[in-house]
């Protein structure tokens, strides 16, 4: 099951559920079960949403 997403419209990554930005994720938004399969996916230009990874 997949656990994060990037928002592509403002290259955040967002976890699955963890705020308010990401209880619906739309359909065209990648999906991925690992971080590490998402910052393969971007290349390292995108940002961690601050409300879904404070407790980091």
């Known amino acids: 099951m ?3 997403f990037i928002n592509t419209n403002r290259n955040t990554l967002h976890k699955i559920g963890g ?4 209880k619906v994720v ?3 938004m990648p999906k991925f079960k ?3 399969e998402a910052i393969a996916y ?4 995108m940002q ?3 409300l879904c990874f404070k407790n980091r």
């Open 2 to 4: 997949d656990k994060y």
């Open 19 to 22: 705020c308010c930005h990401s």
């Open 26 to 28: 739309p359909k065209e």
């Open 34 to 36: 690992t971080e590490d």
């Open 42 to 45: 971007a290349q390292r230009y």
């Open 48 to 50: 961690y949403c601050k």
